[in-house]
T-cell receptor, first 113, second 114 residues
Framework: DAGITQSPRYKITETGRQVTLMCHQT?????MFWYRQDLGHGLRLIYY???????DKGEVPDGYVVSRSKTENFPLTLESATRSQTSVYFC????????????FGSGTQLSVL | AQSVTQLGSHVSVSEGALVLLRCNYS??????LFWYVQYPNQGLQLLLK??????LVKGINGFEAEFKKSETSFHLTKPSAHMSDAAEYFC????????????FGPGTSLSVIP
């Protein structure tokens, strides 16, 4: 039972490059989320999705793009990476709503040089 | 807008001592409240949650939290700290609808001294 799989686990890229972080779930949970974790800020919501083809902005969406064509996948794309996007990124899921327990992946550590 | 504050970015306790991690929230509507724990190099795991009903909520690993509406607080406690409790703890708030955003606090790092 894989649950939530995030890939890659670690990524180093350069300023201006496009980067896509992958998130795949095997539970068929309706809701999926992307958070970034930074020291002193905790977790901040980037985007979330209630179902396939339904996405909404979180607290810090600028510079990020998401899509959800299939229930199980929720990729996060940095269109033109900046150093301020160096962070640890977590994907999470919830079965039926945001007011439930969130299930988190292991995270992707992204460094933008 | 909802927000969460956690007093103390770092807390140290001795093994066997009381653990108290503080969380205060602001919300225009009665919230749902959560505590999550993060062990090194892992994602977050749910410790406990408050939705409605009893204001004292018991969670896993001996943790509990009390919802105090008058103080807008949801502090996490454990009577006796164990070395395995060393981790990062996050308080989170959301609304009662299924589509409200989940907002996390900045986190408190707990160290347990042998």
């Amino acid at each position: 039972d894989a649950g939530i799989t995030q890939s890659p686990r670690y990524k180093i890229t350069e300023t201006g490059r496009q980067v896509t972080l992958m998130c795949h779930q095997t539970w068929s949970h309706s809701y999926m989320f992307w958070y970034r974790q930074d020291l002193g800020h905790g977790l901040r919501l980037i985007y979330y999705s209630a179902a396939a083809d339904i996405t909404d902005k979180g607290e810090v969406p600028d510079g990020y793009v998401v899509s959800r064509s299939k229930t199980e996948n929720f990729p996060l794309t940095l269109e033109s990476a900046t150093r301020s996007q160096t962070s640890v990124y977590f994907c999470a899921t919830a079965p039926l709503g945001t007011n439930e327990k969130l299930f988190f992946g292991s995270g992707t550590q992204l460094s933008v040089l | 807008a909802q927000s969460v504050t956690q007093l103390g970015s770092h807390v140290s306790v001795s093994e066997g001592a009381l653990v108290l991690l503080r969380c205060n929230y602001s919300s225009s509507v009665p919230p749902y409240l959560f505590w999550y724990v993060q062990y090194p190099n892992q994602g977050l795991q749910l410790l406990l949650k408050y939705t409605t009903g009893a204001t004292l909520v018991k969670g896993i690993n001996g943790f509990e939290a009390e919802f105090k509406k008058s103080e807008t607080s949801f502090h996490l406690t454990k009577p006796s700290a164990h070395m395995s409790d060393a981790a990062e703890y996050f308080c989170a708030v959301t609304g009662k609808t299924s589509y409200d955003k989940v907002i996390f606090g900045p986190g408190t790092s707990l160290s347990v001294i042998p």
